[in-house]
């Protein structure tokens, strides 16, 4: 009996679809073009946190060693710096590879050939594991007893960790925001496709149907529509990043831009569009159908 009564469930559901082509077919439309927009914007952040990221991977900090030591001393700092938890790595530079790298930054000038590797110190280059402790671990490397000072862009790093900050919490709400647009707008238009079955509604009512009877049909239909409009916009977001990928990479600005590929991103991408879908199908349908209900 109950196997019968989600067969009847699903097959009005299905029934109404086509019933109703024109509303549904804008239904579709109408998550669609929402999940556009919402992708879109959540693929472009998704993207800015990348590059972010990378910034984040290749700020660095120099920390001096302290001219009294000798090479194998300066050397023997390097166990001690990568113990320190937020350390990735601590490479160590000596007075004559930090003169070659100067000189080469300089394209070998020759006002530069003369410098005597003695007039630097050797060093090491630190790279962080997160950058939001960058002030903590410099804090920390300058306390090892053989490191003279250290040289760190504190700045840039707080910066790089603003604006990732920022263009998270953009997305956010950004994508809330058009989550709750896009039900409203798909209620609306449910609605509509059910205000002319309101007195098929109300005869149901009239024979003792419950409401959740009543209901099933029309949320089957609200997540089938759903489930159409996330696989639709699946696959039309696929094609926008496409191309707008291959436009970026023959202007060239990918040299400067870098953009994930989206096969990286379509294990994610595909289920979050899915299960959106289905929330605004199905919320929608509930929402549009609760004021015929009350009869």
């Known amino acids: ?53 990378q910034l984040e991977d290749e700020n660095e900090f120099l920390a001096y060693v302290d001219e009294s030591l000798d090479s194998g001393q300066s050397m023997g700092l390097q166990a001690k710096l990568a113990s320190i938890p937020n350390v990735a790595s601590a490479t160590y530079i000596s007075k004559e590879e930090a003169l070659k790298n100067f000189q080469e930054e300089q394209g070998n000038s020759a006002l530069f050939q003369d410098i005597p590797a003695t007039s630097l110190r050797d060093r090491y280059s630190i790279h962080v594991e997160d950058i939001e402790l960058m002030e903590q671990t410099v804090a920390e490397v300058e306390a090892i007893t053989g490191i003279a000072e250290t040289r760190a862009a504190l700045e840039i790093a707080e910066g790089f960790v603003m604006l990732r900050n920022v263009a998270t919490a953009i997305a956010v709400i950004l994508i809330v925001m058009l989550v709750l647009i896009s039900i409203f707008i798909i209620a609306n238009t449910i609605k509509l496709a059910t205000f002319s079955r309101r007195e098929e509604i109300a005869i149901m009512k009239m024979c003792g149907a419950t409401n959740w009877f009543i209901r099933w049909p029309f949320l089957v239909e609200g997540l089938v529509l759903g489930l159409m409009g996330g696989l639709v916009a699946y696959v039309c977001q696929w094609g926008v990043y496409s191309l707008i990928g291959k436009a970026m990479a023959e202007s060239g600005i990918l040299e400067i831009i870098t953009m994930i590929p989206f096969h990286a991103l379509a294990g994610t991408v595909l289920p979050v569009f899915v299960l959106v879908s289905l929330v605004i199908g199905g919320g929608g349908s509930a929402f549009a159908i609760r004021k015929f209900l009350q009869v």
């Open 1 to 53: 009996m109950f196997s019968k009564q989600i067969w009847y469930h699903i097959k009005e559901g299905v029934r109404s679809i086509f019933t109703h082509g024109l509303m549904s077919f804008a239904s579709v439309c109408m998550i669609v073009a929402c999940l556009l927009i919402m992708g879109s914007f959540s693929l472009v952040a998704v993207n800015i946190n990348e590059m972010l990221g």
